[in-house]
């Protein structure tokens, strides 16, 4: 049972250039997360969904695009980086139908610099 | 809108207990607590979800106040272990779930 995976791990982007975050869970979980962590700021909701094929804004969306196309993945997109994306980005999910219960688990984290 | 988390950092000797608050502008349905060390993903330490409870996980437990809008998390007899970022998430009843700023929470021996 792998939880959360968060690819790649670590990513040097130059300003302009674009990418794309994959999360993979294998928990059957509806919801799922993208947030970023910077020094002092916490954890910042980007982006979230809560079943396959839906998507929805956090708090800080600006910049970011979404895709929730299966259940078990999604994608953080970032079409024409900035520096001020420079962040440690993780996604996280939780809850399940069948339990009802939402506990959540994060992924790893992806530290992604943009020069 | 982030939960307010506070105080914004707490130091403890080993065996002290300690209380980090957390509090919104907006109703909660769900209160989320996790822990992260230096470098790694946030754990999951437990959920309190409306209609009024008070979990415990080890020696570790919260409180939730749906009338104030408030949790509380409560750890007693601090270990080393519990040393890290302590984070509050606060949920709606459609799946959102914002963090707030984290609480530094430093054990020594």
């Known amino acids: 049972n792998a939880g959360v995976t968060q690819t790649p791990k670590f990513r040097v982007l130059k300003t302009g250039q674009s990418m794309t975050l994959l999360c993979a869970q294998d928990m059957n979980h509806e919801y799922m997360y993208w947030y970023r962590q910077d020094p002092g700021m916490g954890l910042r909701l980007i982006h979230y969904?809560?079943?396959?094929?839906?998507?929805a804004k956090g708090e800080v969306p600006d910049g970011y695009n979404v895709s929730r196309l299966k259940k078990q993945n999604f994608l953080l997109g970032l079409e024409s980086a900035a520096p001020s994306q420079t962040s440690v980005y993780f996604c996280a999910s939780s809850y399940t139908r069948r339990t009802r219960i939402p506990e959540g688990y994060f992924g790893a984290g992806t530290r992604l610099s943009v020069l | 809108q982030q939960p307010v988390q506070s105080p914004q950092a707490v130091i403890l000797r080993e065996g002290e207990d300690a209380v980090i608050n957390c509090s919104s502008s907006?109703?909660?349905?769900?209160v989320h607590w996790y822990r992260q060390k230096h470098g790694e993903a946030p754990v999951f330490l437990m959920i309190l979800l409306k209609g009024g409870e008070q979990k415990g996980h080890d020696k570790i437990s919260a409180s939730f106040n749906e009338k104030k809008q408030q949790s509380s998390l409560y750890l007693t007899a601090s270990q080393l272990s519990y040393s890290g970022t302590y984070f509050c998430?606060?949920?709606?009843?459609?799946?959102?779930?914002?963090f707030g700023q984290g609480t530094i929470l430093t054990v020594h021996p």
């Open positions: 907006k109703a909660l349905y769900s």
């Open positions: 998430g606060t949920g709606t009843s459609y799946g959102k779930l914002t």
């Open positions: 969904s809560v079943g396959e094929g839906t998507t």
